[in-house]
């Protein structure tokens, strides 16, 4: 199975602030890569696909880029309600996937 | 409109089996381009993918738990059962349920808004 790897696992940020999120796979995915933001209580919500397209109705402040191996989830100008918990997703495999194990961000 | 809603039993005893439905809305569950899976959520930890159910009725599931795990659906319903065998406290999470879409690359586009099941004698 491709396993998913992504650091830091938490991180503290301010209002304001760019952070970078980083996921990397145990094997090339291409750009078979998605990105979830998850709040408490909540089901995770689908950011990014396929590495860097941003999914409908997603504020342009979040971007992802990266290709076979290594990924990056960008945030510009952090605000407040992007304090949360972010996981990548592998879809590279045909019929079974994996989460990365996610990283929280806090202020 | 897109809603996926899980629903099942809120307390399992250890060894039994976990039976879990999500209901689905605003798709079709014969659709080629789209399938739902289970994915579930220990408190406080990561999500897991379970299970998926294509909409040819083919199946995958996660490796690590494929002997206990059974996806179905029953189209007329417009539902997804998942069952999960032999449960033990390990298997305390949320579950949810979730549309994969083959035009966003395999993503899971919509979600339910999760169960959280306790194993517990």
């Known amino acids: 199975d491709i396993q998913m790897t992504q650091s830091p696992s938490s991180l503290s940020a301010s209002v304001g602030d760019s952070l970078t999120i980083t996921c990397r796979a145990s094997?090339?995915?291409?750009?078979?890569l998605n990105w979830y933001q998850q709040k408490p209580g909540k089901a995770p919500n689908l950011l990014i696909y396929a590495a860097s397209n941003l999914q409908s109705g997603v504020p342009s402040r979040f971007s992802g880029s990266g290709s076979g191996t290594d990924f990056t989830l960008t945030i510009s100008s952090l605000q407040p309600e992007d304090f949360a918990t972010y996981y990548c997703q592998q879809s590279y495999s045909a019929s079974t996937w994996t989460f990365g194990q996610g990283t929280k961000v806090e202020v | 409109q897109v809603t996926l809603k899980e629903s099942g039993p809120v307390l399992v005893k250890p060894t039994e089996t976990l039976t879990l439905t999500c209901t689905v809305s605003g798709f079709s569950l014969t659709n080629p381009r789209l399938g739902v899976s289970w994915i579930r959520q220990p408190p406080g930890r990561a999500l897991e993918w379970l299970a998926h159910i294509f909409a040819n009725d083919e199946k995958s599931y996660n490796t690590s738990l494929k002997s206990r795990l059974t996806v179905s659906k029953d189209t007329s319903k417009s539902q997804v059962v998942l069952s999960m065998a032999n449960v033990g406290p390990v298997d305390t999470a949320t579950y949810f349920c979730a549309r994969m879409s083959t035009g966003t690359y395999r993503s899971f586009d919509y979600w339910g808004q999760g169960t959280l099941v306790t194993v517990s004698s």
């Open positions: 094997q090339s995915i291409s750009t078979y």
